[in-house]
């Protein structure tokens, strides 16, 4: 071969995308093994997928893979080449580039300066006008549209997805590594995002690895698969020889039913709805830029049903939900639960049954440093039988709390089993499981969700669905919020889109006209503008 | 009294306080482009009242040494760069909290100056040259007004680079970006930690610098009561200014102005409250913060780094 034929090829390669190889990695953590002896094969511009259930070690395979934590054992083969890759800066070399789940853009700064920086190789002075009309012919060529001077922090979760994206194409990638890319899109968002890096591979361009718990996006997008279970390989293969039910037992380790269809039926449709429970009327709220959120809304929720609320992430659902649940002050408009004012105060959340899954529940419903058995007490560790005693004091009594702890482990399944761990070291998934049962032991008369299933493996969504039936079935009303119209179309009986702070269209259930939510959730509604 | 001796009591006290504005704000500008330097990176050092102190004496002695006040200003940004790198050290250990390092700093600058600065009490060392701006008018006042330290419009000019700097070079961008997510900062291979250390040296020097005018040209001597909490109120400013430069230089000129009510209401014959108006800096910072201070909202320009932004 000549020196010009070898040139050539090489730069055909660079163009391409890249297969890799993981040999027997093994990766500690103190005494947790969190990957044990994977190995695993990518093809050069394929789409693969990573199946896996929480903590099943998918996240850190490929944290290894992109220098972020390298293994303590095993190589990586790059185009048929053992590399080492000890950092970030490695993996970037060999262009290898990485959308995390937790988002890495700098809030603060914009658009075009989160991506200028991505580059790496700034001059050391930088001339905006030619670099915002190189970032514009970069983002024509792609069918994302951004506002190249908007601040990070004023994007919508949906943009930031997209940036980030955005950011590893504008990198030239070869590989490009999605974890959970589609959690914070909308149906449609997701499709158009999954679309185009599909159709990228199909060019052959780039070679797509996607961490996924949806099986849908497996069999529409992927060429194929590896399933992780408890850090070791549980198997792989290609999609099409692979059915949906195959990939949910390697995942689980054993047969599951991966029921999908609406729960509702017809007989429930004729059922009589009980009382308002929740009722708002006219409600205003501020976002933390103090621009209004939530304008003027209406709603009301009767005993014994779930009113689902669907929108694009953005449009007030969070500034509602944290009006509702005390944390944020409403600017204008009135909540009622059973008739009465509400304010959202210990007392009157204890005297109406109010309970909540808020999003983020490590956040928003924990102190993420204190115990599980504290966390679970938050609710009534300041009532009998968990305070009391000597001279009416009003002591915790611990024993009382970590004995119901201990019951409640047990029954949500909760893992690690240790009422004394700090509730800040469990996964994800345990986290939910934890506060769900602080939240549905009780007398539930009104409970407020919001994207209960971000996040979570199947099996941890199909217990939490089956939970909020459960609980709407013994008469709770529930308003369930959700960026996931999947979800909604499957457990609610009344469907609420909210676009701009408002409710711009509603639907019974069995009557709902899907792109009529669509169009409604994209502001383009009879109501919208 | 007439209106006319009214008009010309309140030209005079404007004349006034916009000599005092531009006397007396000189530290202030520097010590709050310092700290708008370090906590861009996403830390905090409070203890540039230290460093200020420190690089005053430290100025000061050096001028005295060689007899030249160019070189007392460089000793102090010196003094200024390893109280930075100290901190910027200390705070990169696991664990260690930057606003605690801070206050330790803090006495640790003033106690050091203190201790070296006895002997720098009574001699006279020379002082900065001025620049006379007013020297086309023929009012004593208006010149007097106008005379200002060459150390000023350096400062206004840095304030100017900095604005630029932030947005449209390699280093501004970098730091920023340290400063607003450091995770993503790792992700993307800027070292983090260098970076923090580097921009706290910066701040450092310039906080120095701001000691060496205290000594070197306005009061102009060396003594225990120099500084008198001028280091912390330019951190509070930096946080009322939104981690602007630009809008820094602003504050300075309004805390400055503010120090000179004082004076300059002594000068117009209004000698009752004297101690009150001279309090008028450290009240100015109290209203400031609690006005930008909204309940409930994130404060806009925020670095997302700083320990008292994260949730």
Not at chain 1, 2 to 23: C, F, I, M, P
Not at chain 1, 357 to 365: K, W
Request: proline share 4%.
């Amino acid at each position: 071969m000549d020196a010009l034929t070898h040139t050539l090829l090489a730069a055909d390669v660079q163009d391409r995308g890249a297969a890799v190889e993981a040999y027997r990695v093994t990766k500690r953590f103190g005494a947790l093994t969190a990957l044990d002896d994977v190995s695993m094969k990518v093809e050069a511009g394929s789409f693969h997928c990573l199946l896996g259930e929480n903590g099943a070690g998918k996240s850190t395979l490929v944290k290894c893979l992109v220098g972020y934590h390298p293994p303590e054992e095993g190589s990586f083969m790059v185009d048929g080449r053992e590399q080492a890759i000890r950092s970030p800066r490695d993996a970037q070399r060999l262009r290898i580039g990485m959308v995390y789940q937790h988002f890495t853009l700098a809030p603060g700064m914009t658009v075009a300066e989160n991506l200028l920086l991505a580059r790496g190789d700034l001059p050391l002075r930088i001339d905006w006008r030619r670099e915002k009309a190189a970032l514009a012919t970069f983002l024509a060529s792609t069918p994302f549209r951004l506002d190249l001077n908007a601040r990070v922090a004023d994007l919508a979760a949906g943009e930031k997805q997209k940036l980030e994206i955005l950011k590893q194409l504008y990198l030239g990638q070869r590989l490009l590594i999605l974890d959970e890319p589609t959690s914070v899109l909308t149906p449609t968002e997701a499709d158009e995002v999954l679309g185009l890096l599909h159709g990228m591979t199909r060019d052959g361009r780039l070679t797509v690895m996607m961490i996924t718990h949806k099986f849908r996006e497996v069999s529409a997008y992927g060429d194929s698969v590896t399933v992780l279970r408890r850090g070791k390989l549980a198997g792989s293969g290609r999609v099409g020889e692979l059915s949906t039910q195959d990939m949910a037992e390697m995942m689980v380790g054993s047969a599951v039913s991966v029921a999908t269809a609406p729960r509702r039926r017809a007989a429930d449709a004729g059922r009589m709805a009980g009382d308002i429970r929740l009722g708002v009327d006219g409600l205003c709220a501020d976002n933390d830029r103090g621009m209004a959120a939530v304008r003027e809304l209406d709603l009301v929720v009767r005993a014994g049903e779930i009113v689902g609320i669907a929108g694009v992430a953005g449009n007030g659902q969070k500034e509602l939900v944290e009006v509702l649940l005390g944390q944020r002050s409403a600017s204008g408009g009135a909540v009622r639960v059973d008739g009465e004012a509400y304010g959202a105060t210990r007392a009157e959340l204890r005297r109406h049954g109010v309970f909540s899954l808020p999003e983020e529940p490590l956040r928003n419903a924990c102190v993420p440093n204190m115990s599980v058995a504290e966390n679970m007490g938050l609710r009534d560790f300041d009532i009998a039988p968990f305070s009391g005693g000597w001279l009416s004091l009003r002591f915790l009594r611990r024993g009382a709390l970590t004995r119901r702890a201990k019951e409640w482990i047990e029954a949500f399944g909760v893992r690690p089993p240790d009422p004394s761990a700090a509730i800040e070291n469990l996964s994800g998934g345990n986290v939910q499981r934890a506060v769900l049962a602080r939240e549905l032991s009780g007398a539930v008369r009104l409970l407020i969700v919001a994207n209960p299933v971000f996040g979570l493996d199947f099996a941890a969504t199909e217990a939490i669905h089956r939970r909020l039936d459960q609980a709407r079935n013994d008469g709770a009303a529930i308003l369930l919020v959700s960026e996931d119209l999947d979800e909604l179309l499957e457990l609610s009986d009344r469907i609420l889109v909210m676009s701009e702070g408002r409710i711009a269209h509603q639907a019974l259930a069995g009557y709902v006209d899907v792109a009529e939510i669509g169009r409604c959730m994209a502001g383009h509604g009879a109501g919208g503008h | 009294m007439s209106e006319t001796t009214d008009g010309l009591a309140f030209g005079s006290l404007a004349l006034a306080l916009l000599g005092g504005a531009l006397r007396v704000s000189t530290p202030f500008l520097f010590v709050s482009l310092g700290e708008c330097i370090t906590e861009k990176s996403g830390r905090i050092n409070l203890g540039l009242e230290g460093t200020l102190v420190l690089g005053a004496m430290g100025g000061y002695g050096i001028a005295l040494l060689t007899g030249s006040p160019w070189l007392g200003v460089l000793a102090a940004g010196l003094c200024g760069v390893l109280m930075g790198l100290l901190h910027g050290a200390l705070c990169s250990l696991p664990k260690v909290n930057d606003i605690a390092v801070g206050i330790a700093l803090m006495l640790f600058g003033t106690g050091l100056a203190f201790f070296l600065g006895k002997p720098l009490i009574q001699p006279q060392a020379p002082m900065l040259p001025s620049v006379e701006l007013g020297a086309w008018s023929d009012s004593e006042q208006l010149r007097s007004a106008l005379r200002i330290n060459v150390l000023l419009p350096l400062g206004l000019a840095l304030a100017g680079l900095l604005h630029w700097g932030f947005r449209s070079s390699r280093w501004g961008l970098a730091l920023r970006l340290v400063g607003d997510n450091a995770a993503a900062a790792r992700a993307l291979g800027y070292p983090v930690v260098p970076i923090r250390i580097g921009a706290t040296a910066a701040g450092g020097f310039l906080a120095g610098v701001g000691g060496a005018f205290l000594s070197l040209y306005y009061p102009g001597s060396w003594n225990e009561g120099l500084s008198s909490g001028q280091g912390l109120m330019a951190v509070a400013l930096v946080i009322f200014a939104r981690w602007s430069p630009l809008r820094c230089a602003l504050a300075a000129l309004l805390f400055g102005a503010a120090g000179a009510l004082g004076p300059a209401l002594q000068s117009q014959g209004i000698t009752a409250g004297y101690y009150l108006f001279n309090a008028a800096p450290y009240v100015l910072t109290l209203a400031l913060m609690a006005a930008s201070w909204t309940p409930g909202q994130t404060l806009a320009g925020a670095p997302g780094e700083l320990s008292f932004t994260q949730r």
